[in-house]
């Protein structure tokens, strides 16, 4: 167990809709990263953020957007959701601003 | 430009038998290596990772990883395989300073009895 925690495990929705997966990092963890897993891009890194400020930006779309709260769990918001948005949807977290250190189970994201 | 590049997409070996997975590597500065796991469903779990010093690192699940600046290889390799050990593997690559991970594309494992 990584103790970082996603909800919810599988999501199912049609296009155009707009979906939240949250994510609770492992405790004592101010970093937390967004990373995408699908067939044909593999696994990207889409963002981190750093005790509530974002610290780093990758191949995230426009149309995502992701932030983290005070008591540090954080949100990936999609919106206008397309096919090619299917994929699983890995969230991780450490200590410091490094390196992802400990990943969670991944929130599978289905689009209709 | 970053990037990591696993050969084997898919490797079959028999139970007992010696693992070898390749991974190359391409950064611009001192890289970080990191091997992976995957078990179907379930999120990443690191085996080893490489920072600095002797360049042969010792992971869990008896999993080491040799790191070759001269090859820029990260290769990980197991004595004996057992087959819980059936899974996806993930190389992958960051730096000083850096707060991305470069994955390579897996190399799927199957464990023959």
């Known amino acids: 167990d990584s103790g970082v925690t996603q909800t919810p495990k599988h999501l199912i929705t049609a296009t155009g809709q707009r979906v939240t997966l949250r994510c609770s990092p492992r405790s004592g963890d101010l970093s937390v990263y967004w990373y995408q897993q699908s067939l044909d891009q593999g696994l990207q890194f889409l963002i981190q953020y750093y005790n509530g400020e974002e610290r780093a930006k990758g191949n995230i779309l426009e149309r995502f957007s992701a932030q983290q709260f005070p008591d540090l769990h954080s949100e990936l918001n999609l919106s206008s959701l397309e096919l090619g948005d299917s994929a699983l949807y890995f969230c991780a977290s450490s200590v410091g601003g490094g390196q992802p250190q400990h990943f969670g189970d991944g929130t599978r994201l289905s689009i209709l | 430009a970053q990037s990591v590049t696993q050969p084997d997409i898919h490797i079959t070996v028999s139970e007992g038998a010696s693992l070898e997975l390749r991974c190359n590597y391409s950064?611009?500065?001192?890289?970080?290596l990191f091997w992976y796991v995957q078990s179907p469903g379930q999120g990443l779990q690191l085996l080893l990772k490489y920072f600095s010093g002797d360049t042969l690192v010792q992971g869990i699940k008896g999993f080491e990883a040799e790191f070759k600046r001269s090859q820029s290889s990260f290769n990980l390799r197991k004595p004996s395989v057992h087959w819980s050990d059936a899974a996806e593997y993930f190389c992958?690559?960051?730096?000083?300073?850096?707060?991305?991970?470069?994955f390579g594309t897996g190399t799927r494992l199957t464990v023959i009895p």
């Open positions: 950064y611009g500065a001192t890289p970080y």
């Open positions: 992958a690559v960051g730096g000083t300073g850096a707060n991305n991970l470069f």
